[in-house]
RNA sequence: GCGCCUGUAGCUCAACUGGAUAGAGCGCUAGCCUUCGGAGCUAGGCGUUGCAGGUUCAAGUCCUGCCAGGCGCACCA
């Protein structure tokens, strides 16, 4: 692929600046980016009306300059085909217009190298540590849990395709007070099934599948002392169930109790011990993390001898460093979010950069159905379940509907739309796009020839499509930015509707062989995006339905 | 009390690092099927962007205060 058109944009504007005489600083201020409507061009730059104040001249009249420098530089350089026109509009725009000719090489590019064509390196390889989920297994993954999974599942696709290496992983609390309470609850079920008269505490759990493993464990005569382990180990594995029935695959699955077994938390605690970071106060063990904008020290042992949840976190995070990743990004629920702070500094006393450590909060869902919000308590163990969205709207839906807002916004999740299969519905609306396509490839009597003259293609709608499918990489960029695959799910439901539009006004199929050629490869194109798109999601790409 | 998030059309939401006339879908109304998949398309109106100030050439976006909602503030995990 060709050097990357904005940055070469970028660098004309910024020597244009030079030879203009201008203070080589004030290109900071640059920025491109693409106009909403393509009657503003295909790329718009602001400089101008950021450098009117600074040289107290209007910013027309500086565009204006501008412009007359870049067409002298832009004839000796490799964009000279690719752009038509530069203007300056509005209050001072530069605005850059893409010749045909630009748009006819990108579209064939990626109609021959397909997937590849769409890659862009920005990751060079760097490690990244994806971790998510996390549930305790003591129940089935919650809603909340499957957001979390669509959202990681789906951001880890996008930087793995963006060049970074990525690896997924889960946090396995397999120790501590909730595996004893899970442990407890399981023995408190199997004395009430043998006959015996109970009273069921209030924090036990209370949902059915309790009994189911009772009876398993009386079936396999489980020790007492080893109720814990087997109920753990048990619901462990119908949460891989769902995650495996939802798409989701974890290169690792990192158990605390082998962390707790293992020395790494001594020899954590031994490193910020001798840089003076832990201190004894009230026979308790505290970590100094106000020493990095915390709001107060933090215990890590308990007076009553026992690690805090902070204590292996501590190590488990110093550990993600040495297996040698470099960029960490933990998905955690909204309630975790004053933890932050906390996790951070003991990065930071580590003296490493607490910015290489990326907490995304992931707002929880509320389940819609007839119209209303389906109430919760998870007190009574009465929750919707992944399983349960997985059952009712299938997982495409169900990662689809996932990821269609902003992560870090609440998300109504309507059952009864997912369930729809019409445009209400916006799966089936992007799905249909990339069915219909792959039907009239098939319908074709013309095979598709990759290396036909595209300039065919000068209907409105033919070169509105191909400016949308040339976002692609842009909109994969904003992801990566924002650590969010959401604004992915907008662009393809964009994509798909300027293609339907274009089928509607114009036949694809036709007698004329070269309009037809052309207008297999613009569909094909659109299909080769949509697929792309929709892999990243883990969503399927239907070429029937 | 302190901290974080949210507040945009009747409803659900967009608006990418501040950028051009704040946009989509649903719902409502009226159209488009002898043609490649109608699971589609076209047209119609809906706004004091919670309120009040401020910064800026430019504010839904940034700052301050207030109002409303959600969440968090453990020697729980």
């Not at 203007?87 to 893409?98: D, T």
Request: proline share 3%.
């Amino acid at each position: 692929m060709k050097e990357n058109i904005q940055e070469q944009v970028t660098n004309l504007i910024k020597s244009a600046l030079k030879e203009a005489g201008l203070d080589p600083s004030l290109s900071e201020e640059l920025y491109l980016d693409i106009p909403a409507e393509s009657r503003f061009g295909d790329l718009s730059a602001n400089v101008a009306m950021r450098l009117a104040k600074p040289l107290g001249k209007s910013p027309r009249e500086i565009a204006n300059n501008l412009i007359a420098e870049i067409n002298k530089q832009i004839v000796k350089s490799s964009l000279k085909d690719d752009i038509k026109e530069i203007k300056v509009e509005g209050a001072g725009f530069i605005n850059f217009y893409f010749s045909d000719k630009y748009f006819y090489e990108q579209l064939q590019d990626i109609v021959k190298r397909e997937k590849e064509s769409l890659k862009v390196n920005l990751g060079e390889e760097k490690p990244v540590l994806i971790e998510f989920v996390s549930a305790n297994p003591t129940g089935s993954l919650s809603v909340a849990h499957a957001r979390q999974a669509a959202v990681g599942d789906a951001l880890a696709n996008i930087l793995n395709f963006l060049g970074f290496q990525v690896k997924r992983e889960y946090y396995l609390n397999d120790q501590g007070n909730q595996i004893n309470i899970l442990g407890n609850s399981v023995e408190l079920r199997m004395k009430e099934l043998a006959g015996e008269k109970i009273e069921f505490p209030e924090n036990y759990y209370q949902g059915e599948y309790i009994y189911e493993i009772a009876k398993q464990a009386q079936e396999k005569k489980i020790a007492t002392r080893d109720l814990g382990d087997f109920s753990a180990n048990f619901i462990l594995n119908i949460i891989k169930k769902e995650l495996d029935d939802f798409g989701v695959k974890f290169d690792y699955w990192y158990s605390q109790k082998a962390l707790e077994k293992s020395d790494k938390i001594q020899k954590a605690f031994e490193y910020l011990k001798k840089k003076g970071f832990l201190y004894e106060q009230e026979g308790a063990l505290w970590f100094k993390s106000t020493a990095f904008d915390d709001d107060k020290d933090r215990v890590v042992i308990k007076s009553d001898g026992s690690y805090t949840y902070l204590a292996p976190d501590i190590a488990y995070h110093d550990d993600k460093y040495k297996r040698g990743f470099r960029w960490l990004i933990n998905l955690w629920g909204p309630d975790h979010h004053g933890y932050i702070s906390r996790l951070k500094a003991s990065v930071a006393a580590f003296g490493r950069d607490p910015d290489s450590l990326a907490i995304v909060i992931v707002q929880l869902a509320t389940i819609f159905r007839d119209g209303r919000p389906v109430q919760m308590s998870t007190r009574r163990g009465e929750y919707i379940t992944l399983r349960e969205v997985l059952d009712e709207v299938g997982r495409d839906a169900a990662r689809f509907f996932f990821l269609m807002r902003r992560t870090s916004s609440h998300l109504d999740f309507d059952l009864d739309v997912a369930k729809k299969q019409s445009s209400e519905n916006p799966v089936y609306y992007v799905q249909y796009a990339h069915a219909r396509i792959s039907s009239i490839v098939r319908n074709s009597t013309l095979k598709l020839n990759k290396d036909t003259d595209l300039s065919v293609l000068k209907e409105k709608e033919e070169l509105a499509l191909i400016r949308k499918i040339l976002q692609f990489s842009y909109i994969l960029n904003i992801c990566l930015k924002t650590r969010d695959p959401y604004m992915l799910t907008v662009y393809l439901q964009e994509l798909s509707e300027t293609f339907h539009k274009f089928y509607d006004l114009h036949r694809v199929l036709s007698d004329d062989a070269e309009l037809t050629q052309g207008r297999l490869c613009l569909i094909e194109g659109t299909r080769i995006v949509i697929a792309c798109g929709l892999d990243l999601l883990g969503v399927s790409k239907p070429e029937k339905m």
